[in-house]
């Protein structure tokens, strides 16, 4: 538990499932308020409040398309309506439509680019606008992937985005670290949530996917969770620029597992 944390305010994008969903909830059980952002899933991001306010904090609906440039400045004065106060901003809303290279729609393209790295970009100005505005030492946290740095066939505009954030996150990091407002990534490997929910359930595809992680089997969203707590936290108060792997190894070329 980081006590640090207590109190003060969290903006999670994409905090209706998975990973932002957990995010959200252990901020919530350090003694943070939470604005949880949703697109579609409204249902899911009341669910997620409920929960917040059962671990005894608060927390606050917000919708918004975070590919808009509105919806990120909505959201800093959304923690300011309800909290008073923002602290740490969690760059975490993404999707992924598999299609090869040669079959994919530069409409789809543009929605991967807009929302996972665009999305980042727009999230991070709208809080480093208020930490710069109000000296505030405040930290950005951005949801990489194990793919910012391991290519991905069908994932090219995914993959693009991904290492689009490893340097806008190194960028920022730079950029701000006189004022000590901290910038970070992580990158989960495969991580248990809805949207790998259907190779889960393939035993085919579970198989090879649990193939390609040392550990063996696939992380739980509270791991990653555990990772954005403590790099938000005093504890992490040198860190700066990193992407934490969360990952079983996924990044360690598990291909040399038995070569050798
Ligand atoms: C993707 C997951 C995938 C994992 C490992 C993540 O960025 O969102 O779908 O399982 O990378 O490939």
Do not use: C
């Not at 004065?77 to 992924?96: C, I, K, M, S, T």
């Not at 000296?135 to 090219?156: D, L, Y």
């Amino acid at each position: 538990m980081y006590p640090d944390l207590q109190g003060k305010a969290v903006v999670v994008t994409g905090s209706s499932k998975g990973i932002g969903a957990a995010i959200a909830l252990r901020f919530a059980r350090e003694g943070a308020n939470v604005v949880v952002n949703y697109n579609g899933d409204a249902q899911g991001a009341e669910a997620v409040v409920a929960q917040i306010e059962a671990a005894g904090a608060k927390g606050v609906a917000v919708q918004g398309d975070m590919s808009k440039e509105a919806s990120a400045t909505g959201l800093v004065q959304a923690a300011l309506d309800a909290f008073g106060r923002l602290d740490v901003w969690v760059n975490n809303a993404g999707l992924e439509i598999p299609a090869h290279t040669h079959e994919m729609t530069l409409e789809n393209w543009q929605k991967i680019i807009d929302v996972n790295l665009t999305g980042y970009f727009l999230g991070a100005r709208a809080a480093l606008q208020h930490f710069v505005a109000k000296g505030i030492k405040g930290s950005i946290i951005n949801m990489s992937s194990v793919h910012e740095q391991i290519p991905w066939p069908r994932f090219a505009h995914y993959a693009a985005s991904k290492g689009g954030v490893k340097l806008l996150n190194e960028t920022m990091a730079m950029e701000y670290a006189p004022q000590g407002i901290r910038v970070n990534a992580i990158g989960p490997g495969a991580i248990n949530t809805p949207i790998n929910k259907e190779k889960m359930n393939d035993p085919a595809q579970k198989a090879a996917l649990e193939a390609i992680i040392p550990m063996g089997f696939a992380g739980e969203p509270e791991t990653i969770a555990a990772a954005a707590a403590w790099l938000a936290s005093d504890q992490a108060s040198y860190v700066t620029g990193i992407t934490l792997f969360v990952d079983g190894g996924m990044t360690l070329y598990p291909a040399f597992m038995n070569n050798g």
